[in-house]
């Protein structure tokens, strides 16, 4: 699969200059003024520059190369990892003694852990739970702070007010007390901990959309659009929203490797995810007694969570340049 | 007699700020035919964008409101009307062009498709119809090969062609009456000669009427009918393009006439401005807000407002002295103000 990727990225490589000679094509060999006129070429759309220039980044598309490979392994991950590498959850107790702590071979790439289960196949079924808390939680908290965002940017004054001071309130919590208290309330597990990180990490991103709201709302095109009739809803919908949305992207992004980060804290606290389902905190957590004899328990679920961490800052730092319409001019 | 397309009647739109009240349009009137062109002329801070802004309720309110008076669209006060009503005015009835293409265009949408807009919300056009639709008007406003333009975006354009696009854009419905702000500022002087060609055989082709919003004289004397000059949000001089250029009556307008390069040159060739600053519209200036830059500023010039006033016909000025005999635009560059002379005797002694 990873290989794909790179054919991809090799093809969009190949073909930057392919749309330019196209759109000469159909101009039917337009004047050079006109050509000329056309300032960055072919008819290519915003976001497919912004793809172009991601693909430039190395760094990016490294992540980008990784995340895709960790996605697939965990979302394939019943098809193969219990057949191979043996159940990531069940216990035998009856041979345990014998299959606890094993180093890392063919039939355990990773060694076992103190229950002799597959350390590889806790980590890929880890993987299954940080994604999908980071990508549901991103999720909740985007929503929440698109809307909260949305109304404090467009209608500004008293509800703006209103808004950004349940944000400040949200803020000054201790971030880690807080989510732990929410979780404790409605009890633990994958649900909670996805609905708490889920609604604490809103206030943020509805600071950033509102103030990226506020500086596309002072556009020409904005006010060219009220001129033309249009409603206040569609105003929003149709020339606010899609402009103001790239940083929105880029935090939403980076943000997913603090999501990962906080579950793996919770769950490392005891209070996130709980045995026997594997979560890269919760593996930590297990590890905690054997740092000194089996350090192997403590590295791998560790390097996990810090290169997954990593790649979605780095393709968040490249989103963030390539959909940087200023760096392009 | 045409029917009044549009009437300004004594407008008055104030700003409410922490400074003080701003008093952008105080009490403008001009009325408006069909297929006319009316020229809005003035420096900075008049107050003819703000009068514009008024005509569409452009104007957010707070912090603007419309203090006095009234503006009527075929009879219908175009104040009085709610959010809805004037929604379906704005684009489709009276449209407007702003003064810089470069941003006045959404970036992240096609030009055929930001064309089709204006199609799609007032003519209920599906977007296929639209879209053939925004072709006719690329050609029309004379972009070439405009069945692969429509496909461009905003940032493939130059800024003339941008501006060709936003006129295609204003003139999607066949408005009644097309407001251009500033519509050539921003462009190269040869593009500018451009655009205001294409606006006037798009008036002779479709009739709508302009208002043309400059602060250019020489834009205003090839393209309107009548030209209005306005002066710290007051019209000071209103009449025909020829009575205004060939018997202005407002010391204001000979100085905008005798700004322009083509008149203003003294025997030695240096240009003559009118001296000093717009003064603040939040405190205008006692009397006749011109009088501290008016080298012929008399007592009752700092005391009272002059009433505009209709000298000839139609032509009319808000000046005291205005049609008296013998005051009439004299040499290009007059002397010294009287004002300016006086202090300076005053510092001597």
């Known amino acids: 699969m990873p290989i794909d990727d790179k054919k991809a990225v090799e093809a969009v490589e190949e073909g930057k200059d392919s749309p330019r000679i196209q759109h000469h094509l159909e101009t039917g060999g337009a004047p050079l003024d006109q050509v000329a006129s056309a300032t960055s070429g072919g008819s290519r759309t915003l976001w497919r520059d912004a793809w172009y220039r991601l693909s430039r980044n190395k760094l990016a598309v490294a992540a980008l190369v990784y995340l895709a490979i960790v996605g697939i392994l965990a979302v394939t991950a019943p098809l193969w990892a219990t057949r191979l590498f043996g159940d990531p959850l069940f216990v035998d107790t009856t041979t345990v003694m014998k299959t606890r702590f094993l180093a890392p071979s063919l039939s355990h790439p990773m060694g076992t852990d103190d229950f002799g289960r597959d350390t590889f196949a806790r980590l890929v079924y880890g993987a299954r739970i940080s994604l999908t808390v980071g990508i549901v939680a991103t999720f909740i908290s985007v929503v929440l702070g698109l809307i909260f965002g949305a109304i404090s940017g467009y209608y500004g004054g008293m509800v703006d007010s209103v808004v950004m001071r349940l944000t400040d309130v949200f803020l000054a919590f201790p971030y880690i007390l807080l989510a732990i208290l929410l979780i404790s309330l409605m009890g633990m597990g994958l649900g909670p901990v996805l609905a708490a990180i889920g609604i604490l990490g809103w206030t943020t991103i509805a600071r950033v959309f509102r103030s990226s709201i506020l500086s596309v709302k002072e556009n020409d095109y904005v006010e060219a659009a009220r001129a033309m009739g249009a409603s206040d809803a569609r105003i929003m919908i149709k020339h ?8 929105i992207i880029v935090y939403a992004t980076m943000s997913l490797g603090g999501v990962i980060l906080t579950e793996a804290a919770l769950s490392f606290l005891g209070v996130g995810i709980q045995p026997p389902t594997p979560s890269w905190g919760r593996m930590l957590n297990e590890a905690q007694g054997y740092i000194v004899t089996h350090p192997a328990l403590f590295i791998w679920p560790g390097i996990a969570i810090i290169s997954t961490v990593l790649a979605f800052v780095l393709l968040g730092d490249g989103l963030r340049d390539a959909l940087d319409v200023k760096v392009n001019e | 007699m045409a029917e009044d397309l549009l009437v300004v009647d ?4 104030y700003f409410y700020t922490r400074d003080g009240v701003v008093k952008a349009v105080d009490g403008v009137s001009y009325t408006l035919n069909s297929g006319e062109t009316l020229g809005v002329v003035g420096e900075s801070g008049s107050g003819k964008s703000v009068t514009a802004l008024t005509i569409m309720r452009l104007i957010p309110e707070p912090p603007g409101k419309v203090v006095g008076g009234d503006v009527r669209f075929r009879g219908e006060s175009l ?13 489709n009835r009276i449209a407007m062009v702003f003064q810089d293409p470069m941003t006045s265009l959404n970036p992240v949408y096609r030009i055929g498709r930001q064309i089709a807009e204006p199609l799609i919300l007032h003519k209920g056009m599906s977007k296929a119809e639209a879209h053939a639709r925004a072709i006719e008007l690329l050609e029309l406003v004379g972009i070439p090969h405009p069945k692969s333009r429509v496909r461009d975006y905003p940032h493939q354009l130059s800024g003339g062609m941008r501006q060709r696009v936003m006129i295609a854009m204003a003139l999607a419905n066949d408005p009644d009456i097309l407001i251009a702000d500033e519509p050539t500022t921003a462009l190269d002087v040869t593009i500018q000669a451009q655009i205001l060609e294409l606006m006037e ?22 393209m309107a009918d009548n030209i209005m000059v306005m002066y710290a949000g007051r019209p000071v001089e209103y009449g025909t393009v020829d009575e205004l250029f060939y018997e202005p009556f407002h010391p204001y307008t000979w100085g905008l006439i005798d700004s322009l390069p083509e008149y203003a040159v003294d025997e030695k060739g240096t240009l003559c401005p009118i001296k000093g600053q717009p003064p603040s519209l939040i405190n205008v200036p006692s009397g006749c807000a011109f009088h501290p830059r008016c080298p012929f500023a008399q007592d009752i010039c700092f005391t009272d407002v002059p009433q505009f006033l209709d000298i000839k016909g139609t032509h009319g000025a808000a000046c005291h002295f ?5 005051f009439t635009r004299g040499e290009a560059c007059p002397v010294e103000r009287p004002a300016t002379a006086q202090a300076a005797e005053g510092v001597a002694s």
């Open chain 1, 240 to 247: 606010i929203l899609p402009n103001a949305l790239a940083p």
């Open chain 2, 10 to 13: 004594d407008l008055k739109m």
């Open chain 2, 79 to 91: 104040i009085a009307m709610n959010d809805e009503e004037i929604r379906k005015i704005r684009g």
């Open chain 2, 201 to 222: 055989e798009l008036q002779k082709r479709m009739g709508s009427a302009i208002i043309l919003i400059t602060h250019d004289l020489g834009v205003v004397a090839d």
């Open chain 2, 322 to 326: 205005a049609g008296e005999d013998g």
